[in-house]
């Protein structure tokens, strides 16, 4: 029994405390309401409320603003069996759209707008240019670089010169830059292609630009493997045989008078008429104000013509393969350019190995300028 004189609430705590229980004083809560806290709530809800209201705008500029870098699906592993085994890939409904003449050959109408009193040099003329600037054939063979002269008309007296080898010599001086030009306007392209296709997103004029080169290059179905396979090179060696054999070395009247280089068929009035043909015969061969308009058609003829389809498909496994381009393997899948067949392509691969034409593939065009020699 515990004395009630020695009962004390100290000695209690101390008894509850040993037991293991414990004794605190409650402490009174303050319930008034701090005025710098009801600052701080009421701005970050206004906060939350202006995010929240300008939200929609936010995300209506941003979709406006970077609509311009939508990706460029690429399909080129998964369509690339396809184009090769010549299928044709399914188009959508939005992509069947017709590609028209203009379309494919609208950068050699520009050259409609050239002079048509440009000048003709005479075959004398150009002998003596040639030997003041030192371009031979020779040296290219032995160099492979070629001398940026451009000329623009073949001289009438190419028909006139008896000695075989001087004329041809002097027609293949004439198409060669030609050539080369035209193939190096394509390399830069391709260049511009890839560079594309290793993006991610793309800029409206890089879209603009695709566009562009699918009409140019006939693809209906905005596919980019087939764009690849279309936009490439014919090989140097290639575009001189075939020139020599359908203007018999520059000689022909289709070349002398209407600069027709590679006998381009057309269904249109403008052309010249053969002057064997029937006169129930439609087509015309194409005539062009200069040559190198007529180089320029020939190369997008090949590129995008149906019947040269193989030897677009033999080309890009070509360059897969090998990362050059053979002319005499070529040259087979070419049996639908003439009526004769494969007669043609039998002659156009002799042309090729008798004048050694192969030498002038890997040949360049020396640049006229340090930026354009960098690029290529």
Not at 221 to 245: C, E, G, Y
């Amino acid at each position: 029994m515990i004395q009630k004189n020695n009962f004390s609430l100290k000695k209690i705590k101390k008894i509850l405390l040993i037991k293991g229980y414990g004794i605190y004083k409650k402490q009174k809560r303050n319930t008034s309401k701090d005025p710098k806290n009801l600052f701080l709530v009421f701005c970050f809800s206004l906060l939350l409320i202006t995010i929240f209201g300008f939200l929609p705008i936010t995300a209506k500029f941003i979709k406006e603003d970077f609509k311009s870098s939508e990706v460029v699906e690429n399909k080129s592993k998964k369509n690339f069996e396809t184009v090769l085994s010549g299928k044709e890939l399914e188009l959508k409904p939005e992509e069947k759209d017709k590609i028209t003449f203009k379309d494919l050959f609208y950068d050699i109408f520009d050259f409609e707008d050239l002079p048509e009193n440009t000048v003709r040099l005479s075959a004398a003329t150009l002998e003596q240019l040639f030997e003041e600037t030192n371009y031979n054939l020779k040296e290219i063979r032995k160099k492979k670089i070629v001398k940026p002269i451009s000329i623009d008309l073949l001289p009438k007296e190419i028909k006139l010169i008896e000695n075989s080898k001087k004329k041809k010599e002097l027609f293949i001086k004439i198409v060669l830059p030609l050539i080369i030009e035209e193939n190096n306007r394509i390399i830069l392209d391709r260049k511009r292609l890839f560079s594309i296709l290793n993006k991610n997103n793309n800029s409206v004029s890089e879209k603009n630009w695709l566009k562009k080169k699918f009409k140019q290059y006939g693809v209906v179905n905005k596919d980019l493997t087939t764009l690849k396979i279309r936009m490439d090179i014919v090989p140097v060696s290639l575009a001189i045989a075939q020139a020599a054999k359908e203007t018999g070395w520059g000689t022909s009247r289709f070349a002398l008078e209407g600069n027709a280089l590679f006998g381009q068929w057309t269904w249109s009035k403008e052309g010249m008429k053969p002057s064997s043909a029937s006169t129930d015969t439609k087509h015309k061969v194409m005539k062009f104000n200069i040559l190198q308009a007529s180089v320029r058609a020939y190369q997008r003829n090949l590129n995008t013509h149906s019947g040269y389809k193989k030897f677009r498909e033999a080309r890009a496994i070509q360059r897969d393969n090998l990362g050059k381009l053979n002319s005499l393997e070529l040259v087979d899948y070419l049996d639908k350019y003439a009526e004769t067949g494969k007669e043609y392509t039998i002659i156009l691969k002799k042309i090729i190995e008798q004048n050694a034409l192969t030498d002038f593939d890997d040949a360049e065009l020396l640049p006229t300028s340090e930026k354009l020699k960098k690029i290529i």
